[in-house]
T-cell receptor, first 116, second 112 residues
Framework: NAGVTQTPKFQVLKTGQSMTLQCAQDMNHNSMYWYRQDPGMGLRLIYYSASEGTTDKGEVPNGYNVSRLNKREFSLRLESAAPSQTSVYFC???????????????FGSGTQLSVL | KQEVTQIPAALSVPEGENLVLNCSFTDSAIYNLQWFRQDPGKGLTSLLLIQSSQREQTSGRLNASLDKSSGRSTLYIAASQPGDSATYLCAATDQAGTALIFGKGTTLSVSS
């Protein structure tokens, strides 16, 4: 079982470039999430999607946009990359439409992004 | 706003020792608390989920407890092994149940 798949695994961008991080899950989950992980800051939520067609801002949404293309896919776009967006990005999914259903979160293996 | 703190930030123990990792959270109105393991350069793997109505959950050598009234959870690892070396993260739901709020983790090193 693939679970949650993220592409690419590594990416280097120049300041001002744009790119899209892709995430797909094959578990028929309703909720999907984008987190970033920085040294000393822990994981912080960027955006989440409770169901197909809905997205909501998390703790650190500035500089990012998301698209829930269908139930399987949830992409994260950096329109104009900045060095402050250098981080490891994780996509996650969960079966229910929110975590009140007490179901576990499943994570992808991450994308390491460097913005020069 | 939910905040999650983990102490200690790092821990080194010899193989075979029993150990406890601590997690505290500021808002007791949680739906659940989850413990994850993260190996270097890898994603997070869910270890245990404790619902707000539960006091503890067990999986093999791992036991997690939850005390909502004091805003605390502990992860107990019995008979530690070198393969347990990893970073352990604690996460609690926000009040709306829309997201998990993570602590910064405890990095565990078990020496043989």
């Amino acid at each position: 079982n693939a679970g949650v798949t993220q592409t690419p695994k590594f990416q280097v961008l120049k300041t001002g470039q744009s790119m899209t991080l892709q995430c797909a899950q094959d578990m028929n989950h309703n909720s999907m999430y984008w987190y970033r992980q920085d040294p000393g800051m822990g994981l912080r939520l960027i955006y989440y999607s409770a169901s197909e067609g809905t997205t909501d801002k998390g703790e650190v949404p500035n500089g990012y946009n998301v698209s829930r293309l269908n139930k399987r896919e949830f992409s994260l776009r950096l329109e104009s990359a900045a060095p402050s967006q250098t981080s490891v990005y994780f996509c996650a999914s969960s079966p229910g439409q929110n975590l009140a259903t007490n179901e576990k979160l499943f994570f992808g293996s991450g994308t390491q992004l460097s913005v020069l | 706003k939910q905040e999650v703190t983990q102490i200690p930030a790092a821990l080194s123990v010899p193989e075979g020792e029993n150990l406890v990792l601590n997690c505290s959270f500021t808002d007791s109105a949680i739906y659940n608390l989850q413990w994850f393991r993260q190996d270097p350069g890898k994603g997070l793997t869910s270890l245990l989920l404790i619902q707000s109505s539960q006091r503890e959950q067990t999986s093999g050598r791992l036991n997690a407890s939850l005390d909502k009234s004091s805003g605390r959870s502990t992860l107990y690892i019995a008979a530690s092994q070198p393969g347990d070396s990893a970073t352990y993260l604690c996460a609690a739901t926000d009040q709306a149940g829309t997201a998990l709020i993570f602590g910064k983790g405890t990095t565990l090193s078990v020496s043989s």
